[in-house]
């Protein structure tokens, strides 16, 4: 109808930072991806497990044994696989993507591949069902603040990416994607350095 109600809040950490979520269509569980500022701000991820209007969650496990911030996650609904796009502090402010694999309440995960080799910030993510691809979107900092976008393949355990390739012009933050079904493209939108509200879509073509 027009209301919405809610169970119980589970305590799923005492410290997590910035965190962001998605859902694995597959395994019909939630995956949190977060940074624990109580363990060297650490990229994690825990799964929970929804049922009725309760949720419970697996052990917590490390994708990033260094400071992580700028998370965001798709779930690849072909490669039946999480994607996590983040930057890695531990590898100079590096942009960094991972695999994840749930199985029951764990996540295991591949290698990590840099997918621009600069500093970037606000990352965005968003899987593309047609293309069956994942785009990652962000702040290139290395390249006048930028917004950037590439996009991804996943392949088992590990993801490959094609060439970066600008969406708008600087200074991009408050980035955040989505997936037109309909249209079959991907929307992004952001704050420009006047604070002025942009969108715009992209055809995935290849990588």
């Not at 697996?58 to 930057?87: E, M, V």
């Not at 100079?92 to 695999?99: A, E």
């Not at 899987?127 to 950037?148: I, P």
């Amino acid at each position: 109808g027009t209301t919405i109600s809610f169970g119980t809040v589970v305590q799923y950490t005492t410290s997590a930072g910035i965190q962001c979520m998605t859902y694995d269509s597959t395994n019909q569980k939630i995956v949190i991806i977060y940074r624990d500022v109580g363990n060297s701000s650490y990229g994690t991820a825990i799964v929970g497990t929804v049922s009725g209007t309760s949720i419970s969650f697996g052990s917590p496990a490390t994708f990033n044994s260094a400071n992580t911030s700028s998370l965001s996650a798709s779930y690849d609904a072909n490669a039946q696989k999480i994607f996590i796009a983040y930057r890695d502090n531990g590898n100079s402010s590096y942009g960094t993507g991972i695999v994840g694999t749930v199985s029951g309440t764990s996540i295991s995960f591949g290698s990590p591949t840099v997918f621009e080799s600069a500093r970037i910030n606000f990352v965005a993510t968003a899987y593309d069902a047609s293309a069956q691809k994942v785009v990652a979107f962000y702040r290139d900092e290395l390249d006048s603040n930028k917004g950037t976008a590439v996009v991804g393949t996943i392949s088992g355990t590990s993801v490959s990416f094609g060439s970066v390739v600008v969406f708008a012009e600087p200074a991009n933050i408050a980035i955040s994607a989505a997936y037109d079904a309909n249209a079959s493209k991907v929307v992004v939108c952001y704050q420009n350095g006047s604070s002025q509200g942009g969108v715009v879509s992209g055809k995935v073509g290849g990588t």
